[in-house]
């Protein structure tokens, strides 16, 4: 059964700052069916707990007035993303002037078995006329049902895909009334789609599992790259090496011109290492070998899209591969590094980033987790995040478990750990890792942009 059940909750009767607070969890991409990303949902909470409950209107003034305001916003619409996903409450504080966000870039994502209040109707055609695009849950519409005008205001309709062959008739039906309806589908958070899967929505929430690189033996581009990995892992490496590895790249030698020159990149990289900021005013050894890791990453993932596109798709260009996959894994193991910081000795603390990035290589080279594990260029890294026998491989099941929503098992390692982390610290974890990813991202995209020229 997938876990995107949203219902809204009743305000509680404690009025403590942390449950009046909307606090912003995580970002989900929502792709087509080729694996690109075309718009984002925020995945919410009320600041008094760590995603365990849902939105409710007790959250909705400070959701309109803290977060859509403010820069945090920017993150969940970036790179020309037009709209975002935002669960929420319908309610006519939507209309309370002064307006402060742009309704023609959000899509409110209303609760499942929607109860609407005197003047909720009215508010959402009120709001889809200033631009405001509107989604539910086919199947659990709720007072939504009742009213053709509302359903005819929904732009999106989501649909679990663990329950989709029983849902259609319902589906045909929402569609016949609203036939610009686009339907998109989910599952548990963290559960690739297959493109067959993804082929039968407009959109999907989450990602999009890559087409298999087929191989018997790994090609030598891809057998070089991964012994850098291991270089660099174990920090014996040789600058000359990478300059001359660049050469032979050129798309490795692009993003790692664009990451180590980026200014952003370089301050965002001094003050976001863990939780305590750094004293020190320019980029450590540590922090090259970082964003090298992440070029060589960006490598891979475009080398394994370009011999797995269609002959019919022309000349490759980088600047074509969408890099949701490598985001993922630089949030994961920035995520793991701000985490790992306490809990971690300092060799550990080193490793922390690369451990939580090289977790999600088999994505970036079109193959199996199982055969990532068993690669031995990947041994060393692989002892962390394959395992949960030490601190830092404990910290990156973490993380990973938070992505999944699988608060189960948070509370078993923290409970086991004695991690102690606070839902601040994870909050505010979460916020630092995504903006430095993409401030990483942006870099590349720009790097690549002056070298390959655009798409």
Same mark, same amino acid.
């Given at each position: 059964m997938a876990e995107l059940r949203y219902q809204s909750a009743p305000p509680g009767t404690d009025t403590g700052n942390a449950r009046d607070k909307c606090c912003i969890y995580e970002r989900v991409p929502l792709q087509d069916s080729g694996g690109t990303t075309r718009l984002y949902y925020m995945v919410l909470s009320p600041g008094?707990?760590?995603?365990? @409950?849902?939105?409710?209107?007790?959250?909705?003034?400070?959701?309109?007035?803290?977060?859509?305001?403010? &820069?945090?916003?920017?993150?969940?619409?970036? =790179?020309?993303?037009?709209?975002?996903? *935002?669960?929420?409450?319908?309610?006519?504080?939507?209309?309370?002037?002064?307006?402060?966000?742009?309704?023609?870039?959000?899509?409110?994502?209303? &609760?499942?078995?929607?109860?609407?209040? @005197? #003047?909720?109707?009215?508010?959402?055609?009120?709001?889809?006329?200033?631009?405001?695009?509107?989604?539910?849950?086919?199947?659990?519409?709720?007072?939504?049902?009742?009213? &053709?005008?509302? *359903?005819?205001?929904?732009?999106?309709?989501?649909?679990?895909?663990?329950?989709?062959?029983?849902?259609?008739?319902?589906?045909?039906?929402?569609?016949?009334?609203?036939?610009?309806?686009?339907?998109?589908?989910?599952?548990?958070?963290? @559960?690739?789609?297959?493109?067959? @899967?993804?082929?039968?929505?407009?959109?999907?929430?989450?990602?999009?599992?890559? *087409?298999?690189?087929?191989?018997?033996? =790994?090609?030598?581009?891809?057998?070089?790259?991964?012994?850098?990995?291991?270089?660099?892992?174990?920090?014996?490496?040789?600058?000359?090496?990478? #300059?001359?590895?660049? #050469?032979?790249?050129?798309?490795?030698?692009?993003?790692?011109?664009?990451?180590?020159?980026?200014?952003?990149?370089?301050?965002?990289? *001094?003050?976001?290492?863990?939780?305590?900021l750094s004293n020190v005013n320019k980029l450590t050894q540590k922090d090259m070998r970082d964003l090298l890791s992440v070029a060589l990453g960006y490598c891979l993932l475009c080398l394994a899209d370009k011999y797995t596109r269609p002959a019919e798709a022309g000349e490759y260009n980088p600047l074509s591969t969408d890099l949701e996959m490598l985001l993922h894994g630089i949030i994961r193991g920035k995520m793991v590094e701000i985490l790992a910081e306490k809990p971690c000795d300092d060799y550990d603390n080193r490793q922390a980033f690369m451990s939580g990035f090289l977790s999600l290589i088999h994505l970036y080279i079109h193959d199996k987790y199982a055969a990532v594990c068993d690669e031995f260029m990947l041994n060393a890294p692989a002892s962390y995040f394959a395992f949960d026998n030490t601190t830092l491989g404990r910290v990156i099941r973490y993380v990973r478990a938070l992505e999944q929503h699988d608060f189960e098992t948070v509370n078993e390692i923290s409970g086991k750990s004695g991690f102690g982390f606070t839902k601040e610290q994870v909050y505010a974890a979460y916020l630092r890792a995504v903006t430095w990813a993409d401030a990483l991202i942006k870099a590349i995209i720009d790097a690549s942009s002056q070298a390959f020229g655009k798409r």
């Open positions: 008094h707990t760590l995603a365990g @409950e849902p939105m409710s209107k007790a959250q909705l003034p400070n959701l309109l007035t803290k977060v859509l305001p403010t &820069p945090t916003m920017e993150l969940f619409a970036p =790179r020309g993303k037009e709209r975002v996903f *935002i669960p929420s409450p319908l309610s006519q504080m939507w209309l309370r002037k002064p307006i402060r966000y742009d309704p023609k870039k959000i899509v409110l994502r209303l &609760p499942d078995s929607c109860k609407l209040e @005197e #003047g909720d109707a009215k508010a959402m055609l009120e709001l889809k006329k200033m631009g405001m695009q509107f989604a539910a849950q086919v199947g659990v519409l709720g007072d939504l049902s009742h009213d &053709p005008s509302l *359903i005819a205001a929904l732009d999106y309709i989501l649909v679990d895909n663990h329950e989709r062959q029983g849902l259609m008739t319902a589906l045909n039906g929402l569609k016949q009334q609203n036939p610009n309806l686009k339907a998109v589908g989910f599952k548990a958070y963290g @559960e690739l789609f297959t493109r067959e @899967e993804a082929s039968k929505y407009d959109l999907v929430l989450g990602m999009v599992e890559p *087409i298999r690189l087929p191989y018997e033996a =790994r090609p030598a581009w891809q057998h070089v790259l991964l012994r850098t990995f291991a270089e660099l892992f174990s920090g014996i490496y040789d600058l000359k090496d990478l #300059g001359k590895l660049a #050469g032979e790249y050129p798309i490795f030698g692009a993003a790692m011109k664009g990451l180590l020159s980026s200014k952003e990149v370089t301050e965002l990289t *001094i003050h976001s290492g863990g939780m305590m």
